[in-house]
C-alpha cells in the first residue's frame, strides 16, 4: 500500500485496511506487520503524540521522534483525533466503519473513555475483527493493574529464565530482554490472533473480539519451564552450579566470543576434527552426550583453551566447513553490512530528517515479494475533511444474523496442514493453526523423531495434531506424502535448504500437484544468500543476531539462556502462514514462504540497529534501566532470590511511591531528572521498604497505590496463578497418554464462537492407518504392503 493508500496488486493483504491506536509500542508493532503486507493502516494519534515517540534512540541532537516510532510506522498514515471529543469520535466512527480490524492498546481502565470499548465499536461496524492489547487481559482479578513493559516482562516469568543461571541470584537481579521485547512480543500475537480473525472475516466469518494479554503472550515463550510441576519435571535453576555442557555453550575466542552446540554425537565427533582430534577426545568422561553434560567443566577447560587462540569468525568458518552449529557473538548493528541480508534485501530504506536509515523488513520472501522501500509515516493534522477517507465496509448479512454469524467454526475449520517441522518453531506455529481449527498431520519417521517427544513439548505443542511415520526416502514412503501434499492448504518444513529438493519436494514439485499450496519453509538464514547452508539452531541464532549479548548487565559475561528465537518464530511463521493462505484463497495462486529466524530476530531489535545509525555506537546491555523512566528495576524482597520489579512511568506515580516508602518531605515534587540526581538515595529507600515484604505482598501495595509493579516470579510459578487461570489460559489438557495436565492453551482469549480445538497429541504414528485409508484412500492390504516394504517407518 503506498501513501495515498492506493493498493500494490503483489502484497499479500492488500485491499484490507488496519486501525490502530492507543499508546503502547505493541499496538504499532502489530500495525506494521499488516502495513508491510500491503495493507492500508491509519495510526489514530492523540493530539500530544504518541508516547513512543519520545523511546529513542534520536539522531544526534535529540529532537524529532525517535528511533522506535520511526520504525515502526513505516508505511503507514496517520491522525491526530481526541475521542473524548465529540467531533475526534464521529471521525473516528467514520474510520472504523471501513476497518477490517482495529488495533487498541489503551489500558482497559481508559477504553470506555476513548471510545473503543468492544461493546461500541460492534455497533459500529459488526464485521470488524477488535484486537484489544492490554497488560493483563480485559477481564480477571489483575485486569486494571497497571504495566510496562518491566512489569510485564518480570510477571510473566521470563525475566528469571532469560539469561541463565547465574552466580548468585541474590545480587543479580531477573531482567527484562533488551528493546522492549514484552511489547514487540505481544505485536506479534495481536497480529497472529487477529490474522485468523480476518482470515474468518474475509470468507464470510462476521467480526470477532479478541482479548491479547501481554503477561500471557510472554508467558508463552516458556512453555517447557512453565509446565515443569505439571510433569514432575526438574525445574530450571537461576544458581549456576557449573559451566553448560558443550551440547550448547559460548566458549571465548581471540577477538570475543562463539556459541557452539554439537548436540548430536556425529556432531561431537566432527566437532572434535575441527579441534585436531585432541587426546582428550578420547577420555571416557566425555564418551557421550550425557557424561560430558556430567563433566562440563572439565569439557569447558579443553575446549576454551582452544578456542582463545582464534578469532570468532575464523572459529565459525571452521565449524560449518564441517557441518557444526556455531555460530560467534555479534552486536546487532554488525548486521547492517551483511552480504546475506543485502542478498536477501532485508533491510529497507526511510528517510526521516534528511537522512536515510535502515531499518528491519520482513523476515520472509514470497511469490508476490515485498517493496525495499519504506514509505516514511504521514501524519495528517486535521480532523474533518482530511484525505484520509474510507468508505464503510459492507455488511455480511443482515443485522438480525450478525449474533449467528459471529458463532460461526473456528476460521481454519476444514484446512488440511502437513507438518513436516519438528523441535519448536515449526511446532508452535502448527499448535497456533491447530487450535484454530485446522487439520495438522504431523510427519515423523520412527528412526528420527521429533526430539520434542523427550520431554514435555511435544505434549504441549502436539495438542490436536494427528501422527503419521513415512521413510520419505522410500518410494512408497515419498509417494504417500505427496498425496497427501495434494490434498492440503499448508506444508510446514523447517528443514535445512536442500533437505526438501534432495527428497523430491521442492517447492516446484509441489505447487504442480496443488496449485493453491501455501509450502512455509523456515531456516536460520533463509532459503537463499551466501549463508544460506549454515547448520542453525534458534539458541545459537540468539547470540548471532545480537540478542544475547544485549541481555544480562554491562561487565557480564554472556550467556545464551532461554530458547526464544523459535516461539517468536512460531508465531511469526504463523501469522505468515494465515497471510499467505488468505492471498493464495483469493488468487488461486500458491505461496512459497521462504522465512529466515535471523530476520525475524533483527526485525525485533531496531533499536540496536538505529542507535548505531543515528549515534554512531554499538548498544549495550542495560538491565532493568530506562532511558525514560526512573526509578524503574527489581528490587530485593524478603526471602532468597525474591523481587518486586517497579516501574514509575509518571510523576503521579512517583508521588504515589514516595508516600508507601517513606521518602522525605518534597520529593514528592522531584521530576525525573531530580531522581536520577538522588539516584541512590531512592533506591536505598525502595530496598529498605521492600526487605520485608514477600514480592506479591509488596506487589499489591503498590499496584493499590497506583505504582505499577509486579512480583518477578518463575514461569513454574504461573501454574498457581489465580488471575491465569481465572483467564482460561491455563487448562487441565490431555497428554500423549491421555493422563490430564495443567498447561497454557493460548496467549489470547478467543471468544467468537467455537472455542479453540486440543486434543491428545499423537502418539509416534498413532495415526498412519487411519490417515492413509480416510484420507488418502489406501486398502488395508496397500498399508500392509508399505509397512513390510519399510515405508512406514
Avoid at 208 to 224: P, T
Avoid at 243 to 260: M, R, Y
Avoid at 282 to 299: G, I, Q, T, Y
Avoid at 604 to 609: S, V
Wanted: glycine share 10%; charged share 20%; with cysteine.
Amino acid at each position: 500500500m503506498n501513501r495515498n493508500g492506493d493498493s500494490i496488486a503483489n502484497d499479500l493483504l492488500a485491499g484490507f485496511r488496519v486501525l490502530e491506536t492507543g499508546p503502547r509500542l505493541a499496538s504499532a508493532v502489530a500495525g506494521r506487520l499488516y502495513a508491510e503486507l500491503g495493507a492500508d493502516v491509519i495510526k489514530v494519534e492523540p493530539s500530544e503524540g504518541d508516547p513512543v515517540r519520545l523511546r529513542g534512540p534520536h539522531a544526534n541532537g535529540g529532537s524529532g521522534s525517535g528511533g522506535m516510532f520511526l520504525s515502526q510506522n513505516v508505511d503507514k498514515r496517520g491522525l491526530v483525533l481526541d475521542t473524548q471529543d465529540p467531533a475526534g469520535r464521529d471521525r473516528f466512527d467514520e474510520l472504523a466503519r471501513g476497518a477490517d480490524v482495529i488495533v487498541s492498546s489503551w489500558h482497559p481502565g481508559d477504553i470506555e473513555r476513548q471510545g473503543v470499548d468492544s461493546g461500541r465499536l460492534s455497533v459500529v461496524n459488526p464485521n470488524a475483527v477488535l484486537v484489544y492489547l492490554t497488560p493483563f487481559g480485559l477481564e480477571g482479578p489483575r485486569s486494571r493493574h497497571r504495566g510496562s513493559d518491566l512489569i510485564v516482562f518480570h510477571s510473566s516469568g521470563i525475566a528469571k529464565s532469560l539469561i541463565g543461571p547465574v552466580a548468585d541470584p541474590d545480587t543479580t537481579p531477573p531482567v527484562r530482554a533488551v528493546g522492549e521485547q514484552s511489547e514487540f512480543v505481544s505485536g506479534v500475537a495481536a497480529a497472529c490472533a487477529s490474522m485468523f480473525g480476518l482470515y474468518r472475516a474475509s470468507s464470510g466469518g462476521g467480526g470477532a473480539v479478541i482479548d491479547v494479554s501481554m503477561q500471557e503472550a510472554l508467558a508463552f515463550m516458556d512453555v517447557v519451564a512453565m509446565t515443569a510441576p505439571s510433569f514432575n519435571a526438574k525445574g530450571r535453576p537461576r544458581r549456576l552450579e557449573k559451566k553448560p555442557g558443550p551440547s550448547l555453550s559460548i566458549l571465548p575466542a581471540a577477538d570475543g566470543f562463539v556459541a557452539i552446540s554439537p548436540r548430536e554425537e556425529h556432531q561431537w565427533k566432527l566437532w572434535l576434527g575441527v579441534l585436531g582430534n585432541p587426546g582428550w577426545g578420547n577420555d571416557p568422561r566425555f564418551a557421550d552426550r550425557k557424561l560430558r553434560e556430567e563433566n562440563s567443566e572439565a569439557v569447558y577447560k579443553h575446549l576454551s583453551e582452544w578456542s582463545s587462540q582464534y578469532p570468532k569468525m575464523d572459529i565459525f568458518k571452521m565449524a560449518q566447513d564441517s557441518r557444526v552449529p556455531a555460530f560467534p557473538l555479534m552486536n546487532p548493528a554488525e548486521h547492517l553490512e551483511s552480504e546475506q541480508l543485502k542478498t536477501r534485501e532485508f533491510f529497507r530504506e526511510v528517510v526521516s530528517g534528511g537522512r536515510t536509515y535502515a531499518v528491519p523488513g520482513v523476515p520472509y520472501k514470497t511469490e508476490v515479494g515485498t517493496a525495499r522501500t519504506a514509505e516514511p509515516y504521514v501524519l495528517h493534522d486535521v480532523i474533518r475533511d482530511g484525505p484520509i477517507d474510507w468508505s464503510a465496509r459492507p455488511a455480511t448479512g443482515p443485522p438480525e444474523t450478525m449474533a449467528d454469524v459471529n458463532r460461526r467454526s473456528l476460521p481454519l475449520k476444514g484446512i488440511r496442514v502437513a507438518d513436516l517441522s519438528w523441535v519448536i518453531a515449526g511446532p508452535t506455529c502448527t499448535r497456533y493453526l491447530a487450535s484454530m481449527g485446522a487439520e495438522i498431520v504431523k510427519i515423523e519417521t520412527a528412526k528420527r523423531a521429533d526430539p520434542g517427544r523427550a520431554g514435555q513439548l511435544h505434549d504441549v505443542l502436539g495438542q490436536g495434531k494427528l501422527g503419521i511415520t513415512l521413510n520419505l526416502k522410500s518410494d512408497e514412503g515419498l509417494a504417500a506424502i505427496k498425496k497427501l501434499i495434494a490434498q492440503s492448504d499448508i506444508v510446514v518444513e523447517n528443514f535445512a535448504p536442500g533437505v526438501m529438493d534432495r527428497l523430491g519436494l521442492s517447492w516446484d514439485v509441489l505447487r504442480e500437484l496443488q496449485p493453491g499450496l501455501v509450502m512455509v519453509s523456515a531456516s536460520g538464514t533463509g532459503q537463499t544468500g551466501p549463508t544460506k547452508h549454515v547448520a542453525a539452531y534458534g539458541t545459537l541464532l540468539q547470540v548471532y543476531t545480537g540478542f544475547a549479548g544485549q541481555n544480562g548487565y554491562r561487565g557480564q559475561s554472556p550467556s545464551i539462556g532461554m530458547a526464544w528465537a523459535d516461539p517468536l518464530c512460531g508465531m511469526l511463521l504463523a501469522f505468515s502462514a494465515t497471510a499467505a493462505l488468505r492471498a493464495s484463497r483469493r488468487s488461486g495462486v500458491g505461496q512459497h514462504v521462504d522465512f529466515s529466524m535471523v530476520e525475524a530476530m533483527l526485525s525485533t531489535m531496531p533499536g540496536p540497529l538505529l542507535e548505531y545509525q543515528m549515534k554512531c555506537r554499538e548498544s549495550e546491555p542495560q538491565g532493568n534501566d530506562d532511558e525514560i523512566f526512573f526509578p524503574h528495576g527489581a528490587f530485593h524482597c524478603a526471602g532468597s532470590d525474591s523481587w518486586v520489579a517497579i516501574a514509575v512511568t509518571q510523576d503521579s506515580e512517583w508521588r504515589a511511591l514516595a508516600s508507601e516508602i517513606g521518602a522525605p518531605a518534597g520529593s514528592e515534587d522531584w521530576n525525573v531528572a531530580a531522581r536520577r540526581s538522588r539516584g541512590s538515595e531512592i533506591v536505598s529507600l525502595i530496598e529498605k521498604w521492600a526487605s520485608s515484604k514477600d514480592p506479591s505482598t509488596a506487589s499489591a501495595e503498590l499496584q493499590a497505590a497506583g505504582v505499577p509493579a509486579a512480583a518477578s516470579i518463575a514461569s513454574a510459578e504461573l501454574l498457581d496463578d489465580a488471575h491465569l487461570n481465572e483467564r482460561g489460559f491455563l487448562a487441565m489438557l490431555k497428554d500423549r497418554n491421555g493422563d490430564e495436565r495443567k498447561m497454557p492453551t493460548l496467549p489470547w482469549r478467543w471468544d467468537c464462537g467455537e472455542p479453540p480445538q486440543f486434543g491428545t497429541p499423537p502418539a509416534l504414528g498413532g495415526d498412519t492407518a487411519t490417515v492413509l485409508k480416510e484420507v488418502l484412500g489406501y486398502e488395508d492390504g496397500q498399508i500392509s504392503a508399505m509397512r513390510a516394504a519399510g515405508a512406514l517407518e
